[in-house]
């Protein structure tokens, strides 16, 4: 079975850092790409942003609202992908999700780990 | 950015009737490569998202057969055809054609 598992959330003051990780099980991690999202507490869903396989560049793409301020890396060898953030706001208390895009010809995501909680707050 | 706008934001249902959820997308979800990267995700109260359907009507695997999905281009639907009580919660759809992914707002789905 495949599982991704998030990890590293915490209360963190505001302008501080902060680096979640996503740690795959039951996949070959190298073969896909990942994408982070968050859930704000009582709201919709949205994207944080995207890593490609390494056979792709592995580069990365990013929200707006995250851009500059997020780094998102990957490290095959152990099946992780890590989102790295920095700078972090009110704004970016969420619960933090990441999830597997399942292939590149559906570009649908799963599974979706059970996510960690980030509070942001002084 | 591609907005999606889902229709209702709340669906009272009666168990064992049909539900129909709509997305508007403000542009063209279709990819230079032909394919439409729109999916539909439902999220249980208290669970993460689990994925129903991608490129507008393929059923991932798992997924009971009464959901469906179709549409093209900007207007999409899923739809449930009996629900059941396994089926609350809330409703989103996704698109993955360009970056930034986006989703819908998110319906709800309430048992009367």
């Known amino acids: 079975e495949v599982q991704l598992v998030e990890s590293g959330g915490g209360l963190v003051q505001p302008g501080r850092s902060l680096r979640l990780s996503c740690t795959g099980f039951?996949?070959?991690?190298?073969?896909?790409?990942i994408s982070w999202f968050r859930q704000a507490p009582g709201k919709g869903l949205e994207w944080v942003g995207f890593i490609r396989m390494k056979a792709y560049g592995g580069t990365t793409e990013y929200a707006a609202s995250v851009k500059g301020r997020f780094t998102i890396s990957r490290d095959d060898s152990n099946g992780i992908a890590y989102l790295q953030m920095s700078s972090l706001e009110p704004e970016d208390t969420a619960i933090y999700y990441c999830?597997?895009?399942?292939?590149?010809?559906?570009?649908?995501?799963?599974?979706w780990g059970q996510g960690t909680l980030v509070i942001v707050s002084s | 950015d591609i907005v999606l706008t889902q229709t209702p934001l709340s669906s009272p249902v009666t168990l064992g009737q049909p539900a129909s959820i709509s997305c508007r997308s403000s542009?063209?979800?279709?990819?230079?490569?032909?394919?439409?990267?729109l999916s539909w995700l439902q999220q249980r109260p208290g669970q993460p998202p689990r994925l129903l359907i991608d490129?507008?009507?393929n059923r991932f695997s798992g997924v009971p057969d009464r959901f469906s999905g179709g549409g093209a281009k900007t207007d999409f639907t899923l739809k449930i055809s009996r629900v059941e009580p396994e089926d609350v919660g809330v409703y989103y759809c996704?698109?993955?054609?360009?970056?930034?992914?986006?989703f819908g707002q998110g319906t709800r789905l309430e048992i009367e």
């Open positions: 490129k507008i009507s």
């Open positions: 996704m698109q993955t054609t360009q970056f930034p992914h986006t």
């Open positions: 039951g996949l070959i991690f190298e073969n896909y790409a």
């Open positions: 542009q063209s979800l279709e990819h230079t490569n032909g394919n439409t990267y």
């Open positions: 999830s597997r895009e399942y292939d590149i010809f559906h570009r649908g995501y799963d599974p």
